[in-house]
């Protein structure tokens, strides 16, 4: 069971007559047996003006939100964005392990967060993106590291 609430128009300015700028925070809850945690954080975005209110790419949870929504253009459209994530862990059955009874686990960190940088370039209904993200260490031990991965999105607007 997941919430999340983003102010998309928390603080939005023009630049010049072509560009627009947005900074969206944003605040959730997530409780399930996979993953229980609160997360909180803040998206900032440069679009054209005229296409100012598309989001960011949909990406795989845990991650910094979007709903990818994307309007139509005859021509071709963009979008930039930079944001961050952090997140209280309660629950990672990952790194906790089972649920039930005992079995593998490690120490993990109660705070984790996550820095995402990513562009997204659309054409009439067509949307392709790639968004790069850094995550800090998840959990304490020899093979802990933090870790960065990529994620390509291919959309189509119906």
Known sequence: ????RSWPAYYTADIGKKLHARFAPHAGLTLGNVYTYANAGFIIDL???????????????????????????????WMAFLGYDARLMARNIFLDGNT????????????????????????????????????????????ANSSSFGAVGISYRF
């Open 1 to 4: 069971l997941s919430w999340e």
């Open 47 to 77: 679009t054209p003006a005229n296409l100012r209110w598309q989001t960011q790419p949909v990406r795989v949870r845990p991650a910094i939100p979007g709903s990818g929504y994307f309007e139509y253009t005859d021509g071709h459209g």
């Open 100 to 143: 039930w009874k005992d079995s593998h686990r490690v120490d993990k960190r109660p705070f984790v967060h996550d820095i995402a940088l990513g562009a997204a370039y659309n054409h009439k209904n067509y949307r392709i993106s790639y968004t790069v993200n850094w995550r800090s260490r998840e959990f304490e031990g020899p093979l």
